[in-house]
């Protein structure tokens, strides 16, 4: 009927809504990097699915993958590790503050929500490599390079541990403005 008419349905009338509020994607790029116009191309698919909340977790035991400029090596050391979980190939990259600001406007710019995820105490051994004093152990350690659990996780009993997890939050409150 469509192709007859050439696309005009004289008597429909839609009424068109989602049946969950909250239709969402999570990408995980602590466990590999994705560079932005590949997460830009995820968007466009999300937003032709009608989904609006973009799920982006960034840290993992196998990469720090956002920038935050009160600690520097969990990019410059935290994004990188020697192989990947399926090889021998080194795998590393992370996000600009900068970089993190296109991706959010590019969400908003198709009406999605953006909830970074940013996992505390435990899945930080990229964060403990770079400052071992996070941990509640006195050992050096490197990123994470396969899967499972992890018995290094952020030191609870210590005050630097707060000061850090606080100073993180302090700087993606910034970068991310949904609630």
Same mark, same amino acid.
């Given at each position: 009927?469509?192709?007859?008419?050439?696309?005009?349905?004289?008597?429909?009338?839609?009424?068109?809504?989602?049946?969950? %509020?909250?239709?969402?994607?999570?990408? *995980?790029?602590?466990?590999?990097?994705?560079? !932005?116009?590949?997460?830009?191309?995820?968007?466009?698919?999300?937003?032709?699915?009608?989904?609006?909340?973009?799920?982006?977790?960034?840290?993992?035991?196998?990469?720090?993958?956002?920038?935050?400029?009160?600690?520097?090596?969990?990019?410059?050391?935290?994004?990188?590790?020697?192989?990947?979980?399926? /090889?021998?190939?080194?795998?590393? /990259?992370?996000?600009?503050?900068?970089?993190?600001?296109?991706?959010? %406007?590019?969400?908003? #710019?198709?009406?999605?929500? !953006?909830?970074?995820?940013?996992?505390?105490?435990?899945?930080? !051994?990229? #964060?403990? #490599?770079?400052?071992?004093?996070?941990?509640?152990?006195?050992?050096?350690?490197?990123? %994470?390079?396969?899967?499972?659990?992890?018995?290094?996780?952020?030191? #609870? /009993?210590?005050?630097?541990?707060?000061?850090?997890?606080? *100073?993180?939050? *302090?700087?993606?409150?910034?970068?991310?403005? *949904?609630?």
């Amino acid at each position: 009927i469509l192709l007859q008419t050439q696309g005009v349905l004289p008597c429909l009338h839609i009424e068109d809504e989602p049946r969950f %509020a909250y239709r969402g994607y999570m990408m *995980d790029c602590g466990r590999y990097f994705f560079p !932005v116009k590949e997460i830009k191309r995820i968007i466009d698919f999300m937003a032709l699915h009608k989904l609006n909340v973009f799920h982006w977790h960034l840290t993992e035991d196998q990469g720090w993958r956002v920038e935050i400029k009160k600690y520097p090596l969990l990019t410059q050391k935290g994004s990188r590790r020697r192989k990947t979980n399926f /090889g021998i190939i080194p795998h590393g /990259g992370y996000y600009t503050q900068e970089e993190v600001r296109e991706v959010v %406007a590019y969400c908003h #710019a198709h009406k999605m929500r !953006v909830i970074p995820e940013f996992d505390v105490p435990g899945h930080n !051994v990229a #964060a403990i #490599a770079c400052y071992p004093h996070l941990s509640c152990f006195d050992r050096k350690m490197t990123v %994470a390079t396969h899967w499972g659990v992890k018995h290094d996780i952020l030191c #609870a /009993g210590k005050e630097t541990t707060y000061k850090f997890v606080y *100073d993180v939050i *302090d700087e993606l409150i910034e970068l991310f403005p *949904d609630k």
